[in-house]
């Protein structure tokens, strides 16, 4: 049976991302909005009309009033949820969109907006909250206010975020003592990300969790895992969550989410974006000021809170480790574009609608806290996209700091083992009649694994359409050759690298190892230019070095380079390779030292001829070739 909610509008389209320097990001208007689906867009203007007092006239005048009282006695209406119907029910996709459908007709307050498509089918939208109306970020920077973005359901199975943000929306346009909250701050809200995952719906996917009682699957449509997909892009629904995020650029993105894991006495953890791996002005001011200020006030409101539980000693009073958030999570995305990333992880053993409740409760105080300290925010933010633009270096990968560990209190249950009833092995459980307060090892210092000196531009070939895309939606400001052009600069051999077996549709390359040339190559008119000096920049180190963690080489956007093309007949090439070495004594001298210390290779004729055929002007230069040229000096290039 088809449902009754309405198939996307194909006219509805987002506006353009225009890529940005750092002027424009503070100064430049934004492109108008697409089309708006519920909620008005000031300013108005409105033209005095005629008198008159013909019977159209005062039809319309009619309709017009009662319209206009439709829409005050809707404000007055019943906005209740199915979760506040039934707590251990949890809203599907098309509720939550008919429940902000109806407050953004019944409060200029909130604009409801249709993005682009997912793989679902159906469009992604964002539910905007500004209590002056006025919905353009750049008019809102303008203005000195902060932008919070929440996104919810990116793991449909774990909803709390989903019922919690229709909540707080509804209580904020309802009540003036929780908007004061907003006076410096717009809040930007994906209602729903995940939407392939949320129709996937039943009781049984999420076996460790208690409540609700049905709720959706974590994989989408395409049975990916989107907080994996930030960087490589294969769901619709990223490539539009990338262009949504770059056009809002927000200071502050909550990815509402559930944990699975230990037990414990804590309703919610919380990670961040680790404060390392951030720019230093962000990242000192997350570990001194906004986290101690979030936990403070969460345990005020009786919702004590600690890190997220990753450890891998056994239980958590053994030690927990701050997670790696590389690009590919949602918390590791926003931290490229200098936005500090909060994963709320409610416990998946609490009932649901304590879960719901302390998310509500972690967003209302984030609120709080934004508007207090938005000039501090802001100011911060300019700092770091300053100093995105002019560092002339950048980390690539991060290790965590094993001889450093910080000393937390930890409120758990006593872990212990007992004979499996399944397997008769020991088996670990959680005696909740032992909790216990401790101090627990936090390892949570990251330092720079690899860095890389950022180069003066990058070329790239308009062959990779899929990389171009993607540095679009992120805001990259590209410009294209104009002419053929064969500069020198600085180009990568792939000289080694390891690949993982399949991993969210991919085989994902490590331990990239690289032999930099100093090289003259050819690029050609329409290919892609990149200068670095831009407030993306640290997106487009990440994702251009080979060597980045979350690079599209890893990610195997540029898998074509790694096959050889080209090979040779033995019998044919015996000749010339015989030509060869008489014509290049060192080359032959090469070739007998090598069969004295290799007895495989002295043993293995085929392989000799491959040696001395990789000599030659025969064997192809793209082999391996990395196909982005870093510039690394100012040179004149022919763009646009």
Known sequence: MQHPYPQPDSRCVPAPVSAK???????????PPGEILFGREPPYTVSSPQPTTSPMFRLTNLLFLCLFSIALHAQKGDFT????????????????IDFYKKLANAFPQLQLREWG???????????????????????IRKQNKRILFVNNAIHPG??????????????????????RNLQHVVLVVIPYYNIGGGLNRGPY??????????????????????????????????????EIFNYWQPDILIDNHTSNG????????????????????????????LLPRLYADMKARNWEMTPYVNNFRDTPDKGIYGFYDSPRYSSGYAALHNCIGFIPETHMLKPFPQRVQVTY?????MLRVMNEQYEKIGKLKAEAIQHTMTRDSFPLDWTIARDQADTIIFKGYEGKYKPSEVTGADRLWYDRTAPFERKT???????????????????????????????????????????????????????????????????????????????TWPFHQGDYVAFTDQPSNRYLVETLEPQGLDSFFAWNFFDGILGQKEYFSSYVFEDLAAEFLQNHPEVKAQLEARKQTDAEFAKNPRAQLDWVYRQTPHYEPTYNLYPVGRVMEGVKMPVR
């Open 361 to 365: 409760a972690y967003m209302d105080v």
């Open 158 to 179: 774990e909803p709390e975020g989903v019922d919690a943000t229709m909540m707080l929306v509804r209580d904020i346009l309802q009540k003036p003592e929780l908007q």
């Open 262 to 289: 230990a037990d414990y006495t804590y309703t919610l953890t919380m990670l961040a974006s680790q404060q390392d791996k951030l720019d230093p002005a962000l990242g000192q001011y997350l570990d001194q000021d």
């Open 441 to 519: 090892p936090y390892w949570n210092t990251f330092l720079p694994a690899k860095m890389t000196a950022k180069p003066y531009a990058y070329i790239i070939p308009q062959a990779y359409s899929e990389v171009i895309e993607r540095l679009e939606k992120n805001g990259v400001k590209l410009q294209r050759l104009t002419a053929d052009f064969m500069p020198e600069l600085e180009m990568y051999y792939i000289a080694d690298y390891k690949t993982r077996d399949a991993y969210e549709g991919h085989y994902l390359h490590y331990d990239v190892q690289l032999d930099k040339r100093h090289m």
């Open 21 to 31: 320097t750092f002027r424009d990001y503070q100064e430049k208007p934004r492109p």
């Open 81 to 96: 949820t199915p979760f506040e119907k039934d707590q251990n029910v949890t809203a599907t996709y098309f509720e939550a």
């Open 205 to 242: 996917s999420r076996v460790n969790q208690n409540g609700p009682n049905a709720y959706g699957f974590r994989g989408n449509a395409k049975n990916l895992d989107l907080n994996r997909d930030f960087i490589k892009c294969d769901s619709k629904n990223a490539l539009t969550f990338n």
């Open 117 to 139: 498509a997912t793989d679902a089918g159906f469009p992604l939208h964002t539910a905007v909250l500004s209590l002056d109306k006025v919905f353009d970020p750049a008019a």
